[in-house]
């Protein structure tokens, strides 16, 4: 995903690897873990035709995962072999780098992506598992660093990128992904 104020549509690289991170972690995690659930038992899950089973069973598996992959903590609800409900990447000292949700293996509803050491980095809401609707994205100082909207994973109308201190430095307009005009503003308020 993109933060489409950057200089263009440049990505944010952290959005971009917590995504990949994320798509990955989901997807390769089941297939090579060795699982803890809630009751604290071990077991190995697979996934076969997009579903995830307990290894030796030949219904979809129902529970809570919970693994470490890559020095992190991750875990997820599944129903019926689907992941659904609230998903979260933890560090392992305990400061969150991803939380949202998840209905039938789709993020959905508002999901943030925080910094390593805890302070948010973005928030923004998905649908059908693209972004939809306004996306923030912070400074680490707390200080937002751009804003605007996503229609189907695309940007569309303003954006707002801000310099550390928070003062507005380039106005973006988007019109079904694309670029139709851009203000730059300096630092004395001009255009």
Known sequence: MEDA???????LPFILIAVIFV????????????ISNVQSKSFNI???????????????????IKDTVENKIIG????????????????????SSVSGFVE??????????????????????????????KW????KNG?????????SGKPEGRWIRFDTQGHPNLIIFYSGGKIVNEVKIDRLGSV
């Open 5 to 11: 104020s950057t200089n263009y549509k440049v990505s």
């Open 76 to 95: 997820y609800d599944v129903i019926n072999g689907l992941k659904h409900g609230e998903f979260f990447i933890t560090t392992l000292a305990g400061n």
């Open 104 to 133: 039938k293996n789709k993020n959905v509803g508002t999901w943030k992506y925080f910094y390593d050491d805890g302070r948010l980095e973005s928030t923004g809401d998905f649908s059908d598992d693209k972004p939809h609707g």
């Open 23 to 34: 798509s990955a972690v989901v997807i390769i995690t089941p297939l090579v873990s060795n």
């Open 143 to 151: 200080k937002v660093k751009s804003e605007g909207n996503y229609v």
């Open 46 to 64: 697979v996934i076969r035709d997009g579903l995830i089973y307990k290894q030796g069973d030949s219904s979809p598996y129902t529970g809570h």
């Open 136 to 139: 923030t994205w912070y400074y």
